[in-house]
C-alpha cells in the first residue's frame, strides 16, 4: 500500500487543522493506520492510530486530536484542534497489519507533512 499524506501548513496556537492520509495500491480498510510526528531536533513520536480495536492517542494529544478514517475514500483524517507551538513538526502516516506493530514499528510509511504552530 502506498500513502499520502497533505493538510499541513503554519496555523496559530489555539486553531485547527485537518490531515489526510489517502492510500493507493490497495484498500485501506485492511490495515491498522497511525499518525506519527517528529519535530526539529528530536525522536519521532507516535501521535494515533486507528484500527478494528478503536482508537489510541498518546497522552500529549488525547482530547485535542481525533483520528478517523473513510472507508470509501481509502483516507485516513487526523483532526487536531487547540493546537499549541509543540505541535510543530512533521507528521507522518503509517500502516500495518498489526494493531500493535502501527503504533511502534509499522511496516509502510508516507511522506512526511509540515505542521507549524506560531504562538
Known amino acids: 500500500v502506498q500513502l499520502q499524506a497533505s493538510g499541513g501548513g503554519l496555523v496559530q496556537a489555539g486553531e485547527s487543522l485537518r490531515l489526510s492520509c489517502a492510500a493507493s495500491g490497495r484498500t485501506l480498510s485492511i490495515y491498522a493506520v497511525a499518525w506519527f510526528r517528529q519535530a526539529a531536533g528530536k525522536e519521532r513520536e507516535f501521535v494515533a492510530a486507528?484500527?478494528?480495536?478503536?482508537?489510541r492517542y498518546a497522552d500529549s494529544v488525547n482530547g485535542r486530536f481525533t483520528i478517523s478514517r473513510d472507508n470509501a475514500k481509502n483516507t485516513v483524517y487526523l483532526q487536531m484542534n487547540s493546537l499549541k507551538s509543540e505541535d510543530t513538526a512533521v507528521y507522518y502516516c503509517?500502516?500495518?497489519?498489526?494493531?500493535?506493530?502501527?503504533?511502534?514499528?509499522?511496516?509502510?510509511w508516507g511522506q512526511g507533512t509540515q505542521v507549524t504552530v506560531s504562538s
Open positions: 486507528i484500527s478494528r480495536s478503536g482508537t
Open positions: 503509517a500502516a500495518d497489519v498489526s494493531t500493535v506493530a502501527v503504533r511502534t514499528t509499522p511496516s509502510y
